[in-house]
């Protein structure tokens, strides 16, 4: 079985200014996705940026990007020039390529806060 | 543009009623599936289906069935509530092809008494 890690339950960055937040994985698959998720205080579950497996390029959406080093399993998403609706909780997921039958596998999730 | 639609958003049950949680998605996603959110604990998959009539067990299945007779809707019920499913529960939808992302409901905020 997969797993998801997340090591920081909390982080905080100035506004304006530059957050990474860290996630390994750990898994025996060659073929998978990986997913960055945002929690605001609605909770709403929001798609931040995702990442395939087999591509060497690191995604890109707007302010957010990924570090992704598939030999040392990790997947790391670092936040440009934040701002104050950056603030959430931050979930990094794994899905399987096997046809995605075996539904998300969840870290336990990183608070962000935004100083203002 | 509905996307998922969760009903209700906010229940309180006393142990040992029984309840349906609604899940409905206008998308034509094959794959549906419940999680459970607790604190500190991420979000841990309960049922998950791959299309109408074919339902599985997630991680932690116990004290909830589902059903999927259509493609839109795939209910999730609590048989005998307890204070251990207090919990915030997402319904989540996807095409069944892996390199998508999910698309999930509102939540429903579920506290057994």
């Known amino acids: 079985a997969q797993t998801v890690t997340q090591s920081q339950p909390e982080m905080s960055v100035q506004e304006a200014e530059t957050v990474t937040l860290s996630c390994t994985y750990d898994t025996s698959e060659s073929d998978y996705y990986l997913f960055w998720y945002k929690q605001p205080p609605s909770r709403q579950m929001i798609l931040v940026i995702r990442?395939?497996?087999?591509?060497?390029q690191n995604a890109t959406e707007n302010r957010f990007s990924v570090n992704f080093q598939k030999a040392a399993k990790s997947f790391s998403l670092k936040i440009s020039d934040s701002q104050l609706g950056d603030a959430a909780m931050y979930f990094c997921?794994?899905?399987?390529?096997?046809?995605?039958?075996?539904?998300?596998?969840f870290g336990k999730g990183t608070h962000l806060i935004i100083q203002p | 543009n509905a996307g998922v639609t969760q009903t209700p958003k906010f229940q309180v049950l006393k142990t040992g009623q029984s309840m349906t949680l609604q899940c409905a998605q206008d998308m034509n996603h094959e794959y549906m599936s419940w999680y459970r959110q607790d604190p500190g604990m991420g979000l841990r998959l309960i049922h998950y289906s791959v299309g109408a009539g074919i339902t599985d067990q997630g991680e932690v299945p116990n004290g909830y069935n589902v059903s999927r007779s259509t493609t839109e809707d795939f209910p999730l019920r609590l048989l005998s509530a307890a204070p251990s499913q207090t919990s915030v529960y997402f319904c989540?939808?996807?095409?069944?092809?892996?390199?998508?992302?999910?698309?999930f409901g509102s939540g429903t905020r579920l506290t057994v008494v």
């Open positions: 997921a794994y899905r399987s390529g096997g046809g995605g039958a075996d539904g998300l596998t």
């Open positions: 990442q395939e497996a087999y591509k060497q």
């Open positions: 989540a939808s996807s095409y069944l092809t892996a390199n998508y992302g999910y698309t």
